[in-house]
Structure formats: structure tokens, C-alpha cells
């Protein structure tokens, strides 16, 4: 069985840029999820989605912005990027709320 | 505002020997506590995970031990291996689904 998949694996931009990060979830998971993982730190959250609606937002400005899709598929876009904005991007899903959170391989941002 | 606290933040253990991380949360709310284990360039894995009912479970290796009253849980890694080398996330779920990470234990095990 496929896990979640996240896409690219790496990325590098230059600041100013826009960047849109995308997210397949385990086959029947209907929640979707994103953090961010700077070096030496534990993700932090950004945005749940559920059945394509936005369930929660963490504290990110914004130029942070998701949605879902109808095949429960997600993508996470950041404008303006900022060189704090280098970091794991991580994807995480679920079969719905409050149950186990399956994490992608995560996509590595860059901003130079 | 850290809501889930780990320690510590590095640890190094014989092979064979036990590893423990401990963690504390603020949040009575937290209805879920699980912990993931990460390799360099690997997203998290969750490893175990326990509701707050419960005082202690195990799998394998591996046992998480809850204590509801002083709001603190840990886990202990039995018979340490050198491929259980890696970073180790205490989290804790609340109500609106979203997961709290403590800041990582980097696990060592010397061969």
C-alpha cells in the first residue's frame, strides 16, 4: 500500500517567490494535513483539511495558504517566501478526526 | 507558549541498555498522546500512542508510561539497538485534531 506521498522531494526559490507544495494521501484517508519542521525543531502545524473543508489553521501568516481537492488530494501554497520559510514541509493524513496521523516523506524547501 | 515539553535533548545509550524520554504537557485537553520516530530525511513515524485513560502500553520494545495526575508521560525503549538511533517526538493530539510536537530527543546507541 502506498503511504503518503508528497511532491517534489526538494525545492529551492528565491525570495519573493511563490511556491506550491502537493500532498496524496493514504488511499481512503479523507484528512489531510500540513506542517512545518525547521532543522532542530518538531513540526508545527499550519492547516488541517476535512472532506475538503479547512478544519484548523495554525499560528502562520497569510501568505500561507491549502485546499483540498475532491480525491482528497491537497496542496499547500506560500507567497512572498522568506528565507525563514527554508524547511521541512510536511503532509500528514488521516482516516478522519481523531485517529492516527500517517506523515509523508516531506518536501524540503529551500529559499535563498 | 510551549505546550508539550521533552527532555532531554540528546541521550546516549549502550546497546542493550534502556532509553527513556520524558515529556509534560500543559493541556488538559489533549485527548491523544503519540510518539513518532525520525530519521534524518524521513517524515515522522509513528511509533505507539496512548489515549489518557490508559496508564501504560506496550508493543514490542517499546512502552509508554501516562501519568494523568502530574501530567506527564514517557517512553521507554527496552534492549536499545543501534538502528533505534534517531530523533524521537513526544506529541499530544487536542480536540481540534491538531498535533502538538514536543521539540525531539536525538537518540544514540552505542554499538
Known amino acids: 500500500d502506498a503511504g503518503v506521498t508528497q511532491s517534489p522531494t526538494h525545492l529551492i526559490k528565491t525570495r519573493g517567490q511563490q511556491v506550491t507544495l502537493r500532498c496524496s494521501p493514504i488511499?481512503?484517508?479523507?484528512?489531510v494535513s500540513w506542517y512545518q519542521q525547521v532543522l532542530g525543531q518538531g513540526p508545527q502545524f499550519i492547516f488541517q483539511?476535512?472532506?475538503?473543508?479547512?478544519?484548523g489553521r495554525g499560528n502562520f501568516p497569510d501568505r500561507f495558504s491549502a485546499r483540498q481537492f475532491p480525491n482528497y488530494s491537497s496542496e499547500l501554497n506560500v507567497n512572498a517566501l522568506l528565507l525563514g520559510d527554508s524547511a521541512l514541509y510536511l503532509c500528514?493524513?488521516?482516516?478522519?478526526?481523531?485517529?492516527?496521523?500517517?506523515f509523508g516523506q516531506g518536501t524540503r524547501l529551500t529559499v535563498v | 507558549q510551549q505546550q508539550v515539553k521533552q527532555s532531554p535533548q540528546s541521550l546516549i545509550v549502550q546497546k542493550g541498555g534502556i532509553s527513556i524520554i520524558n515529556c509534560a504537557y500543559e493541556?488538559?485537553?489533549?485527548?491523544?498522546f503519540p510518539w513518532y520516530q525520525q530519521f534524518p530525511g524521513k517524515g515522522p513515524a509513528l511509533l505507539i500512542a496512548?489515549?489518557?485513560?490508559?496508564s501504560e502500553k506496550k508493543e514490542g520494545r517499546f512502552t509508554i508510561s501516562f501519568n494523568k495526575s502530574a501530567k506527564q508521560f514517557s517512553l521507554h525503549i527496552m534492549d536499545s539497538q543501534p538502528g533505534d538511533s534517531a530523533t524521537y517526538f513526544c506529541?499530544?493530539?487536542?480536540?481540534?485534531?491538531?498535533?502538538?510536537f514536543g521539540k525531539g530527543t536525538r537518540l544514540h546507541i552505542l554499538p
Open positions: 500528514a493524513s488521516s482516516l478522519g478526526v481523531g485517529v492516527e496521523a500517517f
Open positions: 488511499s481512503g484517508h479523507k484528512s
Open positions: 483539511y476535512y472532506e475538503k473543508e479547512e478544519r
Open positions: 493541556n488538559t485537553a489533549f485527548d491523544y
Open positions: 496512548i489515549r489518557p485513560d490508559v
Open positions: 506529541a499530544a493530539k487536542d480536540r481540534d485534531d491538531k498535533i502538538i
